[in-house]
């Protein structure tokens, strides 16, 4: 219970850091404000053009009647709509952390600067850097689709399907969504993607009580573009509780 309350002190940390920083709380706003932008665009042209995407897609309803030709037109325009609502809730926060790799890099960089102790960047040429992180993202690609289809397979099992597995899905985002965004402090620490998750393993409390809450909070799109800097200032300074880059001092 007591690294659960210290995950979520970190999640608190990290969005003090940025209140208190507040240049870089700007720049870190810069790939949500691009993401949100290109998301309302989308779901506007969606919404603008349904009618016909609903018309295309039901040629076999071009001989009922008006009425019924209708109905199920629109209920396909609704729910084309509604759909692509729910997907960009969900793909928001991926999106945003692709778009923002290189200033959340920045901005996780800074926080090590300004708290101290922060380890030298591993010297890598660009080439093992373009090919570290292929491999990484493959990793850590199939490993989040292998649990993905195993909790949907898991969801049409009677009673487990609507209780542990919504729960357990929500502790899996959590685990995943911290093991993303503090990578890059420990992958300065020579952590591999494999490294990183026993990393996180050992502090399974920690890891939830910082990645839980704020898959919560980036369910609201809006929500996810204001707290992201502070997330990675956060999840940066998890990491530096998990792997410490200077040993504490001895009492």
């Known amino acids: ?8 002190g970190h999640l608190f940390k990290g ?29 506007v042209a969606l919404a603008t053009y349904a009618g016909d995407i609903a018309t295309w897609a039901t040629p076999f309803a071009d001989s009922w009647s008006t009425d019924w030709r209708s109905a199920v037109r629109a209920l396909l325009a609704v729910l084309l709509v509604c759909g692509s ?22 901005l996780s960089e800074r926080v090590e600067e300004i708290e101290g102790g922060a380890p030298d960047a591993p010297s890598q040429s660009v080439r093992q850097q373009l090919g570290f992180a292929a491999r990484e993202g493959v990793a850590s690609v199939l490993l989040t689709a292998g649990i993905g289809l195993l909790l949907l397979v898991l969801g049409f099992v009677p009673a487990i399907g609507q209780t542990v597995v919504p729960a357990a899905a929500f502790c899996v985002s959590g685990f995943f969504l911290t093991e993303q965004l503090a990578a890059v402090a420990l992958q300065r620490r020579g952590l591999s993607f494999r490294q990183r998750i026993r990393k996180l393993r050992s ?49």
């Open 1 to 8: 219970m007591r690294d659960l309350g210290k995950g979520l």
């Open 15 to 43: 969005q003090r850091w940025v209140v208190r920083h507040g240049r870089w709380w700007g720049f870190g706003l810069l790939p949500g404000l691009v993401a949100l932008v290109l998301y309302i665009a989308a779901l």
């Open 85 to 106: 609502l729910l997907l960009a809730v969900v793909t928001f926060t991926a999106v945003t952390l692709l778009i923002g790799q290189p200033f959340y890099e920045s």
């Open 203 to 251: 502090r399974l409390a920690l890891t939830l009580g910082f990645g839980v809450p704020l898959v919560l909070l980036f369910l609201i799109p809006f929500v996810a573009v204001v707290a992201m800097p502070g997330a990675v200032a956060g999840a940066t300074l998890l990491a530096r509780e998990l792997e410490p880059a200077v040993p504490p001092a001895a009492d």
